[in-house]
C-alpha cells in the first residue's frame, strides 16, 4: 500500500511540476531572439566527426544509405558515403558556398552542384543539397517572436514563428516548437513565400553528447513528394576531434 500511494505522489508531483514550468514558460516566456541563439549555441559544432544512416522512403522500397561526415565550423564539410555497394565511395565537399559531388567508376568525375541544382533531391531523399549545405546560424536569418505553448512529444514546447530578414532564402517563414530545456526545435515546418507548406522535421529521439542534447533520430518529409518521408540517423557524433586540413579539399575528393 505505501509503495502504490509513492508511485501516485510521485506522478502527481510530475504533474504538477509540469504544470507550474507550463505557466511560468507562457507568463514569461523568453524572447524568440534569445530562444534562437540558445538553439544555435546548441547545436553549433566547431569540429567534429559523425557516422550517420538515412532510410529513405519511397512509393515502393527503402532504401538505406550510410555515411561518415567530417566538419569543421559551419562553412566546410566532407561526407564519404559507405553503404550501400553502389553508393559506396561516393563523397561530397563543401566549403563555403560552394559543393562538389564525386562519383567514382564507371565516372570517376567531380560535379558542381549550383543554382537549381541545390534544390533537387539528396540522393532520392527528403533533403535537398541545399538543405543540407545551410548551416548558418538561425540568429543571422530570421526574426522570430513566440506565439504560443503546446505540449509535444511529451515535453512543453515555446512555438516559435520565424521570419526572413533576408532575401533569397529558400524558406521565407519558418514554425518551430523548441523544447526550453534542451534548446532543441523538436519539431519544425518550413514554408514558401506564397505560405504553402513545403517541408516537416520532427526530431523523434535526442541523446546527451559532452553536456549538450543533440538529435539523434529525426524524420524529414517533402509535403510536395508522394513518399513516406526519410529517417536521418546519427549514430555516432565526436565533437573536438583533429581533422587534418587536406580533407577539406578538391584533391581529397578522388583519394
Not at 527503402?62 to 566538419?71: E, G, R, S, V
Not at 558556398?97 to 533537387?120: A, C, F, N, V
Not at 559532452?210 to 546519427?234: A, Q
Request: charged share 25%; glycine share 4%; with cysteine.
Amino acid at each position: 500500500m505505501n509503495r502504490k500511494i509513492h508511485v501516485i505522489l510521485t506522478i502527481c508531483f510530475i504533474f504538477i511540476s509540469a504544470a507550474i514550468q507550463a505557466n511560468d514558460l507562457l507568463n514569461n516566456p523568453p524572447t524568440g531572439a534569445t530562444i534562437l541563439k540558445n538553439i544555435d549555441n546548441n547545436l553549433h559544432v566547431d569540429k567534429a566527426i559523425t557516422h550517420t544512416k538515412m532510410v529513405i522512403y519511397r512509393r515502393n522500397r527503402i532504401n538505406t544509405i550510410k555515411a561518415k561526415t567530417w566538419i569543421s565550423g559551419k562553412y566546410n564539410a566532407f561526407t564519404e558515403y559507405l553503404y550501400p555497394l553502389r553508393e559506396k565511395g561516393k563523397k561530397m565537399l563543401k566549403l563555403g558556398d560552394k559543393l562538389w559531388t564525386y562519383i567514382p567508376e564507371p565516372s570517376d568525375r567531380i560535379i558542381t552542384i549550383s543554382g537549381h541544382m541545390l534544390r533537387q533531391s539528396l540522393m532520392g531523399s527528403d533533403l535537398s543539397y541545399e538543405d543540407m549545405m545551410n548551416n548558418d546560424p538561425l540568429t543571422s536569418q530570421y526574426n522570430a517572436k513566440v506565439i504560443g505553448l503546446e505540449s509535444l512529444l511529451n515535453r512543453e514546447c515555446l512555438v516559435l514563428e520565424l521570419v526572413a530578414k533576408l532575401n533569397g532564402l529558400s524558406y521565407e517563414r519558418r514554425k518551430l516548437w523548441v523544447d526550453p530545456s534542451r534548446w532543441l526545435p523538436l519539431k519544425e515546418e518550413l514554408f514558401a513565400k506564397s505560405g504553402k507548406l513545403l517541408k516537416r522535421t520532427v526530431i523523434n529521439e535526442v541523446f546527451k553528447v559532452e553536456g549538450r542534447w543533440y538529435p539523434k533520430k529525426m524524420t524529414f518529409k517533402d509535403m510536395l513528394s508522394k513518399g513516406k518521408g526519410t529517417e536521418y540517423h546519427i549514430e555516432s557524433i565526436e565533437f573536438k576531434k583533429n581533422i587534418p586540413s587536406h580533407i577539406f579539399s578538391k584533391a581529397a575528393l578522388r583519394k
